[in-house]
């Protein structure tokens, strides 16, 4: 349930109200906006009287939450939560773009991307560090000698760190690296990994498993939340389905079906969603016209020789246009993103 304090409730009232929650069992998150304090209770015993808190002073009303992700609800918080990544905010008025190679492969080839997506306006480097793949004979990735290099090389053009934790055992350190730890779609359930970063706080962002329904990658979401960091970002990147001329069936209404139903900022992933090159421009402008917090986007300096997911990986040239052309789409929906100028690096077509 969700306890939403008078706005000129004081400091005593919340607390008192806190430790009767808490007496009976509740896990008490606090949320505060411009006007007022709100209590979500998780939890408690199943004779505990919601009438007993509404009429404890500084209380304007007990709500109850029927969704059965109760932190990542709207009914907890009804405004939208904006997730600090150092000065970059993802879920604010501006459009926060993360673009870099699928796998970091070199110090010359994380340079070079780090720089062409700077160029292009994008705000976080992605790449990735260890690879989930679907066979072992594949690349797997350097390690933490692909988090040195990423960090160098994000650093080097003032940009963020956004690379994958695979393990609970890996959270420690791709922390050290990175400004946002992502988990994959393979680990979306994998309630161990969610819990131990539930405790971290390190901002996560969370793709949508391969097969989840937009329910349980809330759920997910919730496990992160409750155990005590509200810095999740989710990611819809694409769901499998009997179509298989595309990767994956890219669902770009979870974009609006996710802000009606949560709080948490949504961005979208067209490289994984369609598998394809030539369809990653396409709908990463349709997910920014549907309401998309941001873009994680593949880019590539050359993708044709690319150790991990070439085919979906788009040159910079291409990103420099992309870009250009959100920032025609971005205004048009109240948005705004970054305004530097595209340069023209002149790799690839």
């Not at 994008?122 to 988090?147: I, N």
């Not at 150790?307 to 870009?323: K, N, T």
Request: with cysteine; net charge negative; aromatic share 4%.
């Amino acid at each position: 349930m969700v306890v939403v304090m008078e706005e000129r409730a004081s400091e005593e009232q919340i607390q008192r109200v806190i430790a009767h929650l808490v007496e009976h069992q509740f896990d008490v998150h606090r949320s505060t906006d411009q006007l007022r304090s709100m209590l979500g209770a998780v939890g408690g015993v199943r004779s505990f009287d919601a009438r007993l808190i509404e009429v404890m002073d500084g209380v304007q009303e007990v709500a109850r939450i029927t969704e059965p992700y109760k932190l990542a609800s709207r009914t907890f918080r009804p405004e939208n939560t904006t997730v600090p990544l150092g000065e970059v905010r993802v879920g604010g008025d501006e459009v926060i773009v993360m673009a870099g190679p699928c796998s970091v492969e070199t110090e010359e080839q994380i340079g070079a991307a780090a720089a062409a997506v700077k160029n292009a306006g994008a705000k976080v480097l992605r790449g990735g560090a260890f690879k989930p793949r679907s066979s072992p004979y594949s690349f797997q990735g350097l390690g933490e000698e692909a988090l040195r290099l990423m960090r160098a090389a994000a650093d080097a053009e003032g940009l963020k760190v956004v690379s994958e934790v695979m393990d609970v055992s890996q959270i420690e350190l791709v922390s050290r690296y990175a400004d946002i730890l992502q988990v994959g779609a393979r680990n979306m359930q994998n309630y161990s990994l969610l819990r131990e970063l539930g405790r971290s706080g390190t901002p996560i962002l969370l793709k949508r498993g391969i097969s989840a329904n937009i329910e349980e990658w809330l759920l997910s979401a919730e496990y992160l939340l409750s155990g005590g960091n509200p810095n999740v970002v989710l990611c819809e990147r694409g769901i499998r389905t009997f179509e298989n001329y595309t990767r994956n069936t890219m669902d770009i209404s979870a974009v609006p079906v996710v802000q009606k139903l949560s709080h948490l900022p949504i961005i979208a992933d067209p490289s994984h969603g369609t598998g394809l090159r030539d369809k990653v421009a396409p709908m990463a402008r349709a997910a920014i016209a549907a309401g998309a917090d941001g873009l994680i986007i593949e880019v590539h300096p050359d993708p044709d020789h690319a150790l991990s997911d070439g085919a979906q990986s788009i040159f910079p040239a291409q990103f420099d246009r992309l870009m250009a052309e959100l920032r025609i789409i971005a205004p048009a929906i109240g948005r705004s993103i970054c305004l530097e100028p595209a340069a023209y690096r002149g790799w690839g077509t």
